[in-house]
């Protein structure tokens, strides 16, 4: 490596980028690295030779190599590394208290670049998005046949950032198939979960613990929900004991989804969703003078890029500043941002000057970020991702 980058790969940063490698050059006049298959496992050492860790190289990724191991005997990066990695994960999810669902593995954050596991009960669903992890996969599976004798494994590798590694996008049984509508149960509460078609691994396991959050603010509440997926805030809002839930989303699929969660839990009478395109939604209700106790909003990343952020946090601060005016007097916002290029530092400043411009006053109730499933590396800024907010808001 360079020795610009010592620092960062020190401080616990697993990635080295392709600019950041010294290059060298063998006897045939191509780089060494060049002629390194993807997915090989090389070791990486500072620019005085120290002795890094060893990671997945592929030259086809911006992202070099991803270390894997900073052990300093060496360890063999075998069937059996897998395995014992994946069981410190879940006994340190154990530890936290998670049991029937959590995110058993998340990617960098586990020590495991690119790999992401999701545990729905006795169900488990992989992607698995960098290129060396990938060769790994069947040693995986193994893993969690054994430790945990699951009903079922899919992979979820239908996304597009496979592309960027050098691999296609696919999705499909890693055991014998089974009936991928399952049912999960979360704070008492339950949820059809599509592991096939479902959006991401099928459910949003990191707003898990901060769904509990809203126990207390919404009781006797009319609330409204946007950006709903398949209705798992609205659905506890209404569990927590809300009057009336309206929640609404773009997709029609997530829509149907909703409202079956909706009846799986005889909250049907309470919950009612519908698809809509919240922008445009916020807007019309804003002018009707609509009100309610409680406003949630939970939208997609608005941005993927460094460029684009400045986007976002007009589109962040539109639907809050919507979200807001149809707040009664004293009555809270729910609100999140899951995209780590929106800093908390950002979303927080969003979100007043979103206040001020609603003419409302905000007080701050709750700030955390994803449920700790989804562990947060210092020195890895990425893996701290999602904002969770709830402020009262006031009439100035
Ligand atoms: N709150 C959900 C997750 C929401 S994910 C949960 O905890 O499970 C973001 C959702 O926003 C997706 O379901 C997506 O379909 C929806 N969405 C994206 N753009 C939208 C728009 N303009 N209007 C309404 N919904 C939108």
Known sequence: MKRKIALRIANGHPWVYGNEIEKMVGENGKTVESQIDP?????????DNKY?????????????VRIVSRNRDREDINAQ???????????????LGYAENCRLIFGEADYLPGLI????????????????????????VEALQNIFSPKGIYERNDVPVRELEGMKQQKGFLSAPFDTNIIINENGV??????????????????????RAINNIVKDADVLGAFTYTGTFEIHAAHYGA??????????????????????????????????????????????EKLYDVVMLDPPAFTKSRESIDKAVIGYKEINLRGMKLIKDGGFLVTSSCTNLVSPELFLHTIE??????????RQVTFKAQASDHPIIWGMENTNYLKFLIVEVTNR
């Open 190 to 211: 339950k949820f059809n979960v599509d592991i096939e078609n479902g959006q991401k691994t099928g459910y949003f396991l990191d707003q898990q613990d901060n769904r």
């Open 52 to 64: 890094a860790g060893r990671g997945f190289y592929n030259h086809q990724s911006q992202i070099a």
């Open 243 to 288: 009057k009336s839930v309206y929640g609404i989303d773009i997709s029609e699929q997530a829509v149907a989804q909703a409202n079956k969660n909706a009846a799986l839990n005889g909250l049907d009478s309470i919950c009612k969703f519908e698809a809509m395109n919240a922008f445009d939604a916020l807007k019309q209700w804003d002018k009707e």
């Open 117 to 140: 596991i999701d545990k729905f009960n006795d169900y488990f669903v992989i992607q698995s998005l960098s290129f060396g992890m990938d060769l790994w996969k069947n040693a995986i």
């Open 353 to 362: 000057s979103a206040a001020r411009d609603a003419k409302k006053r905000i």
């Open 39 to 47: 997915g090989t496992i090389v070791d990486v050492h500072y620019f």
């Open 81 to 95: 590394f897998f395995h014992n990695r994946i069981l410190k994960a879940w006994q340190y999810r154990q530890k």
